[in-house]
Nanobody
Framework: DVQLQASGGGLVQAGGSLRLSCAAS????????IGWIRQVPGKEREGVVC????????YYADSVKGRFAISTDAAKNTVYLQMNSLKPEDTAVYYC?????????????????????????WGQGTQVTVSS
């Protein structure tokens, strides 16, 4: 069974940086679309960054453009989210996700809000807290 393991969250001051990791075990990411989704309790999920591994196309939420970057290490079967210039409003639980059918725009938007669609794989969340 394929599992995703997210890590790297923590407490950081505004303006600081964190790097989140999402490691896949049991299988590789292959040509999946992968992404980072965040959620604040009581609010809807927000797709932060999603990337299609088949063509490299990437979706960035407007709120993180220029500050966050997604990358992969195929040898380690790991996806990273580099977060720079963090703001208090970035505070959330961050989840990694992977899906074989959705593209990068779909995974980060309709895919995470459509209650009829079940995304293939989710990692457990990692808490990111940005203090002001």
């Amino acid at each position: 069974d394929v599992q995703l393991q997210a890590s790297g969250g923590g407490l950081v001051q505004a303006g600081g940086s964190l790097r989140l990791s999402c490691a896949a075990s049991g299988s590789t990411f292959g040509d999946d679309t992968i992404g980072w989704i965040r959620q604040v309790p009581g609010k809807e999920r927000e797709g932060v960054v999603c990337m299609s591994l088949s063509d490299g196309n990437t979706y960035y939420a407007d709120s993180v453009k220029g500050r966050f970057a997604i990358s992969t290490d195929a040898a380690k079967n790991t996806v990273y989210l580099q977060m720079n210039s963090l703001k208090p409003e970035d505070t959330a639980v961050y989840y990694c996700a992977a899906d074989a059918y959705l593209d990068e725009n779909e995974l980060c938007t309709v895919g995470i809000s459509d209650k009829e669609y079940e995304i293939d794989r989710w990692g457990q969340g990692t808490q990111v807290t940005v203090s002001s």
